[in-house]
Structures are given as structure tokens and as C-alpha cells.
């Protein structure tokens, strides 16, 4: 049976790197002893696959792995289960059956992902932010930059930025919220757009600047021309 | 939400920054407020490194078991924070908690290896707490040291307050216990170090004076406190299957050396090889019993996740329940993606048998431990193992298809000849011929042989503490006649050679015998920069040698220099069961290139049977095996070597 954990990742865990929360979940999995399947062979690993890699510093409250499991445990028992061995920092938010198929790997669907973008030191903004902000989204093109394994090449993000709002949060300081393309085809991390914005607002943008929080991530569904976005968790059904 | 001693930006800019954050699984947190003593536990190197150490592991456990007592970690920053921290003033703290390290009673520093105590000096100094023990007041904690460069504690003992002689698991209690009595009668520092010194296995290195002979050598150490013993005594665990041992050891983010479960199944080795400091300062031989290691590693698979188990122990195949254990091991756990490692195993039809269950033997090695190239030399060691055991066990593994093998050596052991130092190529090469005896379309493509040798250190209370050390110089002579050797054989495309680092080596002896004296050496080096001796990237060997020469110290005193058989050594005043005399009537014997046998086999009356435990006659809990009598010690090392 084919299950995808969603997980939430914040405090002190945002250090903890990718290749390190996969050695982290295959020994959760042991200590919650979850029937996870093994790949046959003589060095048999485990079935299990992560929907998209979180960068050291960021926090999410969508993260998402896949994994096949052999026996039936209610959805809430697993996640029970699984809290019962995390750390701080890392809380299982549900364990959800999904389809049988190879095209339902949460890998391959992602196609969009939220992010809430706020200032470590807020005083680095220019006055006015969100009327720059505007302006700047109004462009024809947001061209950048990117740099890739094979050089460097220009990026038109507009088109892969679906949404993005200048707000503020409950103590009124500034939060941009944004659905950017994400997955193997157009990946586009926050703060790629953010430095877009930097340069066009004129002001600089330090190291570590940013406090980025993903909310969650998404598969495509609806027509190319008129694409909707459904989380990946609603793929999946409780049982 | 758990507080951070260090920022984002700090966090987000230094190398693996899990090192830093505590938070592992089965880490252990309490209140503060609630404990009367808290203790920081250091080893004193990277944090891969630290959390791979099983005693610490030990040790956490048992302290936490208390509720008065609140055990924490930490490691020596790596040189990115280490630079940082000096930069911006951050005191060093400790994982769990946060807090500064100074702000506890008992910082305790694991002595593994000669090579980290300029990183002691480190952690002291980030810490804020004065390196001189004397100048240390009621605002420091007490540091204690321990392991088994305890053993020869003098080059250390102006920086510590304490050191603990022997195995942690008997009287740490007690020695909280005087520190809480002297505490809430706020009573003086002073008064706790004496009360210290009455606890059995505990020195207090500022109670005693040392007078020197002309020629630099030792008269006499005299207590000057009237609480401090003349002789302080090792401490052992006498029953270790009713002891102490982690049930839930911590499980860290990062991959660590020993990323698994480890399963002390004894302790001591009844080998007696004459070079071996563990092999003495672990007397006598004590088995956990099979009851016990099962329940263990049942419980410590259950509480970590780990995939992967090793058994520890200085030499796996004298344990007497081995082949019930591993079987049980294989059974249990074969079959649910745990991996099983088994180092130090002799190589026989059992261990091959097994390991061909364990792991794939395409990609694995034998590891065989033969020490020296010549039979001459391996008697004069006392290492059992003959040319015919060895070409034997690699002859079956390569007709069960192995086809790596790793040899291990030393060079510059007493009396060593340039044949003993050619009998390591000709070792190699009748090995690798006895892979081609096997037809061509048999055996598995061409065989690879490892050679590896290490330069020979003496070291405390072993047969050869009296032995002279070689120079850097012919330390690498020695290797290149190793290395002409192997390019002479017919199979040389088969064996690769590796050789260790000359001048570490030659560091490692001062400090290894070293007196109080190389201390202002070591200081000076830490102020000129040295850290991290044991990385190779790190070790500043220049900055060594003006260290030496500023402080005054001839190194050569300390290494190369024959030592008589009346001269009082620095650690003399430390009785470890394993009496001078005896130590003295095998360095004899190897000069004389007689074997010993080894202790199941006939007692050699060593002093260690006063324990009343383990393998020593009288002690009534093992029963002689025959089985394990046989002289051969052909090892098989997989995965973590013990440092």
C-alpha cells in the first residue's frame, strides 16, 4: 500500500539538511515500527521518497515523503505512532493512502509550491515597499539571472510566479506570500524573487536576510492554459 | 521552543551546524532547577567523532539515571566556530541545555588519544576556565579527567583538578556524593579535592611533588597532602552484566563515524601482546553474559532505529557465547534490514560462515592483524598469530569467493631487523599467491592487498614501556625499505601500501610517556595555534618543534632514550592490577623471542586476578575453555576499528 506522510519542519530542525532528514525518517520508521517495504537486493533499502528537498534554514508546514508500507494501520494510528518517536521540530501531520500508480509519486507531481517571505531586519526595506512591489510584479518580464550546473542563463520569472502578495503579518511587519512553479521542470526558489525585487527596489539584500517558510506544496490539475493547484495531501485518503 | 547558544547567521554560516544544536533523539533533558549537580561530559574532537565513543555513551546514561544529577555533552568546535566564537566572545556551552560550560560543576574530558589535548586546552579556554587547575575557584566547574590516557596523566596535570584511574561505571557516585556533602556545607574547594582523593581510583595531581634526578629522569613522587594515597588504584567492574549499559543511546542528525548501535560483549583481552596498552590496562578479561546482550540489543535497536549493529571488544572471537550471539543476531534481525558488523573476529570456517550471511563478500575485505613481517618478531611481540593461520583463513575466505584482504603492521618494534621489515612484502606476496593458485575461472577477477603500517609508540604499563622509540628518520626509512620490498614481488600490481605519518607519531610518544614537564610544551603549542592534532589537514609540525625548543624540552628525553629497568616512570604511582614486575618479566621474555600464553590458557600470575573477576582463576565466573585456548589471534576487522 502506498502511503505520503505529510510532516511539518520548524525550530531548531530548519538546520537539519535534507540528506540528513532521510536518515532521520528511515530510523523514525524503525523506532515507530512501521511496516515500511524494502527494496529487494542484498543491501535492501527502504521505500521511501521525498516530495521535494526544504534548503537548510527553511521552515515548512508542507513537507511530504512517500513510502509503501505492507500491513493496514489506521491513518491515525501511524500518526500517532510516528509523533510518539519525533524530535522537536518535526511533527507528522498525516499518513494517507494514495493511489497505486507510478504517476501518483509526490516527486513528480509537485508543480507548485507556497512560501511565506519575511525580513530578518525589516529596517533593510526601502519606504513604501508594497507600492515597489507592484511596480515591480507589473513589468512586462521579471528577468534573472539563474545559475544552473551548465552556466548561467535569463530566466523570465513572471510567468512562474502564480501568485504573490505583499502583507503584513499580526505585529505589521512586512510577509510576502507567494506560489511559485517548483518540481524537476521550472524550480523557483523565493528568494531568486526576492533578489529580482532587490535589485529593482534598489536596496541590498544581505546574507541571510530572509526567513523562508514553505506552506505547502502542490500538484497540477486543470488544463495547461488554466492550471489549478491541489495540495498533495488531498491526493491521498485517510483509512 | 528549545533556546540556541549560537544565532542563525552563525548557525546558517558554519559546516554542519547539527553539531551544535543537541536536540538528538534520546537526548536527555531536565530542569535545571531541579538537579544539585550538573555535569558536562567532553570528548575533546569533532562531534563525528565524540558521539561515536561508547563509554561517554556509558557514562550519560548512568549519570542520568540519577535525579540529582544532570549529565550533558560537548565536543570541540570544529575550526570555523572555534575562530567565531573567539571573534564575538560566545562562551562555550553545552548541547542539551545551552549553557555555558563554566556555569557547571563538573566538566569531565575523555583521554582517548594522546593526539586531542591541545583541543582540551581548547575547550578549556573557550570555556573561560582558567587552564591552571590551581588558579580554578568555586566559579569553575571541577575537571576530571578520565579514559585510558588517564593512565599517564602527568603531561595533563596542571590542567585538571582530577583525574579518574580506571573504568567510570564504580566510583563516579561516590565522588558525586562528596561533592554535594562539601558543597551544601559550603565547604572550600580544597576541602572537596581532598575528599576526592580518599575516594578509590580518584588523583588529585596538585597533592603530590616530584623531585628529579639530574639527568632529568624521576626520584621519587611523594604525597604532600595527608588525604592523598601514595598509590592510587584502578577501578573495575567487576560483574559487567550487571552494570550499567545504555538502553536508549543518543541517536544524532549528522552521520557519525559509528552511526550504529554498539554492543560491548566483553571487556580486556586475554591475548597479551606485548605492545598493546589496552590489552594490560583492561585486566582481567570479564564476558557480559549472552542473556544480557540479547535483551541490549533488542531494547537499543528498538529505541534508536538504527540499521546497523557491531559487537565491540578487543578480540570478538574469545568471546565465549559468540557463536550462540551471533546467530541470534542473524535470526532475530536478519531479516528486517539491520545490518550486522563484526569486527576483530578470527578468521575460520565460523566467521567466514557468518560473514557471508552478514555482508557481501564482493565488496568486503578481511582484515588480518599480523603486526609484524617476521615470526621472530610477531614471538617477540607476543602476537600468536603464524604465517600458516594466515595463509590458511585467506586461502578458505578466497575459495568463498573474498578477494580483499587488509594486512596491519608496525614498524620500529623492539628489536626489529631490515628482514623483519621485508617479511611484510613477502607476507603480502605469498598471499596474494595463494589467491592465483585458485583457477583463473574461479576466483573473482584479481585480488587487492592492502598494506598498512603504523610507527611503533611505546606506551604505560606494557612489556615495552622500557623500549626506545625510532626517530622521524628511521621511522621513514624503515617504510621505504617496506615499499622497495613490495615493488621487488612478482604480484606488487596486487598490493598497495600505506604508511603513517612520521612526525604525529613521534608526538604521540612524548606525550604518551611524558612527565609533568612537557605540559608547558603543550600549552605553548596551543597558544601558537596547534589544534586538531590528529587531522592531518590541522597538525602544524614546525610549530611543535619551536614549542619544544621554547619550553626547553628535548624531545628525544621522552623517546628515543634507553630507558634502565630501575628507573622510576610518571605513572608508577598508579597500581592498575598488572604489577611492574610482571611487565618487567615479559620484556625480558620478548627480548628472549619466547610467547606467553595467553590467560585462559595459563595464568602468567600478572597481579590482575586480585579483582577476584573475570578470566582470573579464583574468580569463579568463567569456566576455562579449551576451545579459546588455541594461540591464534588472526583478526578480522569490519567497519569501526576501535581508536
Known amino acids: ?239 | 521552543m528549545k533556546k540556541l547558544a549560537l544565532n542563525d547567521e552563525i548557525l546558517l554560516r558554519i559546516d554542519k551546524p547539527a553539531r551544535y544544536l543537541g536536540n538528538e533523539i534520546n537526548a536527555v533533558m531536565k530542569d535545571p532547577e531541579k538537579v544539585d549537580v550538573r555535569f558536562c561530559m567532553c570528548f575533546p574532537d569533532v562531534y563525528e567523532i565524540g558521539m561515536s565513543h561508547l563509554g561517554i555513551q556509558i557514562l550519560y546514561d548512568m549519570f542520568n539515571q540519577r535525579e540529582d544529577v544532570w549529565c550533558e555533552r560537548v565536543y570541540s568546535p570544529w575550526t570555523d566556530l572555534d575562530r567565531i566564537m573567539r571573534e564575538q566572545n560566545i562562551p562555550l556551552f553545552a548541547l542539551e541545555s545551552q549553557d555555558p560550560v563554566r556555569n557547571f560543576d563538573f566538566l569531565g574530558i575523555t583521554l582517548q588519544y594522546e593526539m586531542c589535548y591541545t583541543n582540551i586546552l581548547q575547550v578549556l579556554d573557550l570555556s573561560g576556565i582558567p587552564l591552571n587547575a590551581v588558579e580554578r575557584t568555586w566559579e569553575d566547574p571541577i575537571v576530571i579527567g578520565g579514559g585510558p590516557c588517564a593512565v599517564n596523566p602527568e603531561p595533563l596535570a596542571e590542567f585538571f583538578d582530577l583525574f579518574y584511574i580506571g573504568e567510570g561505571e564504580t566510583s563516579y557516585f561516590a565522588l558525586i556524593d562528596a561533592y554535594k556533602e562539601v558543597r551544601r556545607k559550603n565547604g572550600s574547594r580544597q576541602e572537596f579535592l581532598e575528599r576526592a582523593a580518599e575516594i578509590p581510583g580518584i588523583y588529585v595531581p596538585s597533592f603530590y611533588e616530584i623531585s628529579y634526578h639530574e639527568d632529568g629522569t624521576i626520584a621519587s613522587m611523594e604525597p604532600v597532602n595527608p588525604h592523598a594515597p601514595r598509590k592510587v588504584e584502578k577501578q573495575v567492574v567487576t560483574d559487567l552484566t550487571h552494570t550499567y549499559y545504555p538502553q536508549k543511546p543518543l541517536v544524532p542528525f549528522i552521520k557519525v563515524t559509528q552511526d550504529r548501535v554498539v554492543l560491548e560483549i566483553q571487556r580486556g583481552c586475554i591475548r597479551g601482546c606485548r605492545f598493546c596498552q589496552a590489552g594490560m590496562l583492561y585486566r582481567p578479561t570479564r564476558e557480559r553474559s549472552l542473556e544480557m546482550l540479547e535483551d541490549a540489543a533488542l531494547k537499543m535497536l528498538e529505541s534508536t532505529g538504527h540499521e546497523e549493529i557491531s559487537l565491540s571488544s578487543l578480540s570478538s572471537s574469545d568471546y565465549s557465547r559468540l557463536q550462540e550471539l551471533v546467530t541470534f543476531l542473524i535470526d532475530t534481525f536478519g531479516n528486517k534490514g539491520v545490518n550486522i558488523s563484526l569486527p576483530s573476529l578470527r578468521i575460520d570456517a565460523f566467521s567466514l560462515d557468518v560473514m557471508s550471511k552478514v555482508q557481501d563478500v564482493r565488496k568486503s575485505s578481511l582484515t588480518f592483524a599480523p603486526e609484524a613481517g617476521s615470526q621472530r618478531l610477531r614471538d617477540v611481540i607476543n602476537k600468536g598469530l603464524t604465517e600458516e593461520v594466515i595463509l590458511e583463513g585467506a586461502g578458505q575466505a578466497f575459495e568463498g569467493g573474498w578477494n580483499k584482504v587488509k594486512l596491519y603492521f608496525m614498524l620500529g618494534l623492539p628489536t626489529e631487523t631490515e628482514e623483519d621489515q621485508k617479511g611484510i612484502a613477502h607476507l603480502a606476496e605469498k598471499i596474494a599467491r595463494r589467491y592465483y593458485e585458485i583457477p583463473k575461472d574461479q576466483r573473482n577477477g584479481k585480488c587487492q592487498i592492502t598494506v598498512s603500517t603504523s610507527f611503533f609508540v611505546p606506551k604505560p604499563f606494557t612489556p615495552f614501556q622500557w623500549a626506545r622509540m625510532c626517530t622521524r628518520e628511521e621511522f621513514l626509512e624503515k617504510a621505504h625499505t617496506v615499499n622497495m620490498e613490495i615493488k621487488e614481488q612478482l604480484n606488487r600490481k596486487s598490493i598497495k601500501y600505506n604508511w603513517h605519518e612520521a612526525d604525529v607519531t613521534v608526538l604521540e610518544g612524548i606525550f604518551a610517556r611524558g612527565d609533568r614537564k612537557v605540559s608547558r610544551a603543550l600549552r605553548l603549542a596551543y597558544e601558537k595555534g596547534c589544534l586538531f592534532d590528529s587531522w592531518s589537514e590541522h597538525f602544524h609540525n614546525e610549530l611543535w618543534l619551536e614549542a619544544f625548543q621554547e619550553a626547553g624540552i628535548d624531545p628525544s628525553f621522552y623517546t628515543t632514550r634507553h630507558r634502565g629497568t630501575d628507573e622510576v616512570f610518571p605513572w608508577d604511582f598508579i597500581d592498575i592490577g598488572v604489577t611492574k614486575k610482571f611487565l618487567l618479566k615479559e620484556w625480558e621474555r620478548a627480548h628472549e623471542e619466547t610467547v606467553t600464553p595467553n590467560c585462559l590458557a595459563q595464568c602468567q600470575g600478572c597481579g590482575a586476578a586480585r579483582y577476584h573477576t573475570g578470566v582470573c582463576p579464583g574468580s569463579g565466573s568463567r569456566s576455562q575453555k579449551q576451545d579459546c585456548a588455541a594461540p591464534n589471534a588472526q583478526k578480522v576487522k569490519e567497519g569501526g576499528n576501535e581508536a
Not at chain 1, 32 to 43: E, K, L, P, Q, V
Not at chain 1, 170 to 195: H, M, W
Request: with cysteine; net charge negative; glycine share 6%.
Open chain 1, 1 to 239: 500500500m502506498k502511503i505520503r506522510i505529510k510532516f511539518r519542519k520548524y525550530g531548531i530542525m530548519k538546520f537539519i539538511g535534507h540528506l540528513d532528514l532521510m536518515r532521520y525518517f528511515q530510523k523514525a520508521m524503525r523506532r515507530a515500527d512501521i511496516d515500511i517495504c524494502y527494496s529487494s537486493g542484498f543491501s535492501p533499502h527502504m521505500i521511501m521518497s521525498f516530495a521535494s528537498p526544504l534548503g537548510v534554514g527553511l521552515t515548512s508546514d508542507g513537507e511530504y515523503l512517500d513510502i509503501e508500507i505492507g500491513n493496514e494501520l489506521s491513518s491515525q494510528a501511524a500518526v500517532q505512532r510516528l509523533n510518539a518517536v519525533m524530535t522537536e521540530g518535526v511533527e507528522v501531520l498525516s499518513f494517507r493512502r494514495i493511489p497505486e500508480d507510478k504517476a501518483s509519486n509526490a516527486m513528480s507531481l509537485v508543480a507548485a509550491a507556497d512560501y511565506e517571505v519575511r525580513f530578518r531586519d525589516p529596517s533593510i526595506l526601502p519606504e513604501n515597499p508594497e507600492k515597489l512591489w507592484e511596480a515591480f510584479l507589473g513589468q512586462a518580464a521579471v528577468t534573472v539571472v539563474k545559475k544552473t550546473k551548465k552556466g548561467e542563463r535569463e530566466l523570465d520569472l513572471k510567468p512562474l510566479i502564480y501568485q504573490a502578495e505583499w502583507r503584513r503579518d499580526e505585529d505589521g511587519a512586512p510577509c510576502v506570500f507567494l506560489r511559485l512553479s517548483s518540481g524537476s521542470a521550472d524550480n523557483v526558489k523565493p528568494e531568486l524573487v526576492l533578489e529580482a525585487f532587490a535589485a529593482y527596489a534598489g536596496f541590498a539584500l544581505p546574507e541571510f536576510a530572509l526567513l523562508i517558510h514553505r506552506k505547502d506544496l502542490y500538484a497540477a490539475a486543470g488544463a495547461a492554459k488554466e492550471p489549478r493547484f491541489v495540495s498533495l495531501e488531498d491526493l491521498g485518503e485517510e483509512f
